[in-house]
């Protein structure tokens, strides 16, 4: 728990190979160290699940040997985010929450609405809008979320900037976190982030997009292309979104 | 009505002065001289009502003095216009009709759903598969129509393209007719052309862009600019589309 009284896994700042030993010790040698700035689809991050100090030390020299964190791992229920945006005016407006699945640390799927109690959505919106007035941030932000046992919520990294699990606010919202964004620097006011469909977005990793072909075939999809030359494993390629009408249950 | 039972108004081919003469006493010196081709935003046309054949032939020699038609007045009760794609397996959909309203020969607004009576929207979208089929078209077309009394159903004009009319389509549909042309020109499956939304389009022509400010501030509109340079009396210059829930009516 922060100042601002926002809930994070336990860390330590990590700042040479003596502090990554102490902190190894205090987490029982298990947790994730990660760079403070700049990781995205799991680079940037190495897990220890009962590593020995000296291959976590040549990890953190990878990693540049200093400006990182290990934070200790978390038992989460599920992950899920919230895309908020922030106007020159001081104005928020925040997305409904999707609920993510990663692998191998990239993003897969994001899911909106959410399975999640009410009390968390509550909690996590709060949040965000914790971060943008204390960051005084302008523009779009993705706030990455663990939800945990008896429904308590942990902040697990924010991304200055439109977000992979906001993909799907182009096809399901009458404005999307671009539209937002833009919005937002260039001191236009906020639109609406109500969503007029239900929505499912998958990201096109590597060969997947070789499926490009069929899933234009499926009617109520959206599919976006990249435009990348070369496909590589674990490369995003695109993603495409599935839509159905608000009234439909998960 | 054409070979192929197609209503429309009735016509005179114009190829000389001497033909205008002819159709205009068959029509009582009243009428739509109108160039077969490439006429838009009023371009291209000349309302004749009691109009002397001297003034009807100088209107004649400024469209180019031949290849247009004279059109004899519809009074009509309202336009409308259905945006239909055809692909290269000969698939057509058809999105729902809009209700237009020009002034001075330029589409105003487009208005989704349409006020229309069920037999009016049937028949449309069946004159649209026609002229789709008949054409052996690939791509999206709009066709324009006049409801007349008791519910009769003309052919205005067709537009063989993405059309003004349909652009409330980019915001209040899952595909627009732009990615549905796309679509159907690569050979492509055509997606779905269900709403997701209601929609109102408006068109902001020449100094209405002006207002783009206040239009960014409704928070359920979508504004699209084109980017021109200057602006002109009776150009063109963006336009914005008003979405609201598919349970509200009109």
Known sequence: MND????????????????LRLAMS???NRGVLKTRRFGY????????SGTPHADAEQALTELGGRDCILES????????SVIGARAAD????????SENIHRDGI???STVPALLPEAAIDQATAVVETIL???????????EFFLCSNDKVLVNEIAPRVHNSGHWTEAACMTSQ???????????????????SNAEMHNLVGHDVDEAGQILAEPATVLHLYGKAETRAGRKMGHFTRLTPLSHRR
């Open 4 to 19: 601002h009284g926002i809930a994070t896994a336990d860390f330590r700042a990590i700042d040479d190979a003596s502090g």
């Open 26 to 28: 205090d987490f029982g």
């Open 41 to 48: 689809d799991g680079k940037g991050q190495v897990v220890f």
């Open 73 to 80: 791992l978390v038992p989460f229920e599920s992950e899920f």
């Open 90 to 97: 001081g104005t928020v407006r925040c997305y409904d929450p």
């Open 107 to 109: 993003l897969r799927t």
């Open 133 to 143: 007035s204390a960051l005084d941030y302008i523009g779009v932000i993705g706030v």
């Open 178 to 196: 671009f539209e937002q964004h833009v919005r937002a620097v260039c001191g236009w006011p906020l639109a609406s982030t109500s969503r007029h």
